[in-house]
C-alpha cells in the first residue's frame, strides 16, 4: 500500500530563517511520482514540483529546493530564508503509474507558520 | 498549466438539503478528480469524473451521495446530497491529462447547519 507520512504537524519559525519540512513515503512501486502543493489561508491547492522516482537530483527554484534520497524514502522540502507569505499547509503527495494507480495520495500536510 | 474555477466558493446549507459544486477549466481536459478536505484534515480522492463514462468512486464514497456529472471536457458538477454536519469541509476539484499532473482549483467552503 502507499502512503505519505508528514512528522511535522505544525512548524514556526521566525522570518528569514531557513526551515525543512520532512515527507517519507511507502511504495512498492519502481515508478512513483512525488509531489509537493502548498495551501494558503484562502484554500486553493497550488503546485509546486513533481519529482518521478528515477530522478534523485535535487532540485532548487528560487528559495525552495527539495531534497529526493530514495535510500530513506524521503522527499524533504527547504525554504531558504522564509517569508511570512510561505505561511501555508504544505502537502506531500505520491502517486503511482497512471492506468495502475489513478490517484494521488496525499500525506496530512505541516502547517508552516512565519512569524515576523 | 490550466485556469479552473468553481462555484460557489463557499455556502452554508442546511441539514437535508443538497449543494451542487460546479467546477469549470479554460481548456479541454481528459480528467477532473473531486476531492474532499475535512477540516485540518488532508485532502481524500471523492471519484474521478472522466467525459463519457461514469464517474469512478473511492472507498467510502457512493454514487447516492455524491452524483457527479461530466457532460463535456470543460465541465463538472459533484452534488453533495441530503448533507449533514459531517459534510462540512472543502470540496476541491482538479483538472488534468493524466494522474500525476493535476492542478487544483480554489475550493468550495461548505459549511452544514
Known amino acids: 500500500a502507499q502512503k505519505v507520512t508528514q512528522a511535522q504537524t505544525e512548524i514556526s519559525v521566525v522570518e528569514k530563517e531557513d526551515v525543512t519540512l520532512d515527507c517519507v513515503y511507502e511504495?512498492?512501486?519502481?515508478?512513483?511520482?512525488l509531489f509537493w502543493y502548498k495551501q494558503p489561508p484562502s484554500g486553493e491547492l497550488v503546485f509546486l514540483i513533481r519529482?518521478?522516482?528515477?530522478?534523485?537530483q535535487n532540485e532548487i527554484s528560487g528559495r525552495y529546493s527539495w531534497n529526493f534520497q530514495k535510500s530513506t524514502s524521503s522527499f524533504n522540502f527547504t525554504i531558504t530564508a522564509s517569508q511570512v507569505v510561505d505561511s501555508a499547509v504544505y502537502f506531500c503527495?505520491?502517486?503511482?503509474?497512471?492506468?495502475?494507480?489513478?490517484?494521488?495520495?496525499f500525506g496530512k500536510g505541516t502547517r508552516l507558520h512565519i512569524l515576523p | 498549466s490550466a485556469v479552473i474555477s468553481q462555484k460557489p466558493s463557499r455556502d452554508i446549507c442546511q441539514r437535508g438539503t443538497s449543494l451542487t459544486i460546479q467546477c469549470q477549466v479554460d481548456?479541454?481536459?481528459?480528467?477532473m478528480f473531486w476531492y474532499r478536505q475535512q477540516p485540518g484534515q488532508s485532502l481524500t480522492l471523492i471519484a474521478t469524473?472522466?467525459?463519457?463514462?461514469?464517474?469512478?468512486?473511492e472507498s467510502g464514497f457512493v454514487i447516492d451521495k455524491f452524483p457527479i456529472s461530466r457532460p463535456n471536457l470543460t465541465f463538472s458538477t459533484l452534488t453533495v446530497s441530503n448533507m449533514s454536519p459531517e459534510d462540512s469541509s472543502i470540496y476541491l476539484c482538479?483538472?488534468?491529462?493524466?494522474?500525476?499532473?493535476?492542478?487544483f482549483g480554489p475550493g468550495t467552503r461548505l459549511t452544514v447547519t
Open positions: 519529482r518521478n522516482s528515477f530522478d534523485e
Open positions: 511504495t512498492r512501486d519502481t515508478t512513483y511520482y
Open positions: 482538479s483538472v488534468g491529462y493524466s494522474v500525476y499532473e493535476q492542478y
Open positions: 503527495a505520491l502517486s503511482g503509474l497512471p492506468n495502475r494507480d489513478d490517484k494521488i495520495i
Open positions: 469524473a472522466n467525459q463519457g463514462s461514469e464517474a469512478t468512486y
Open positions: 481548456s479541454q481536459v481528459t480528467m
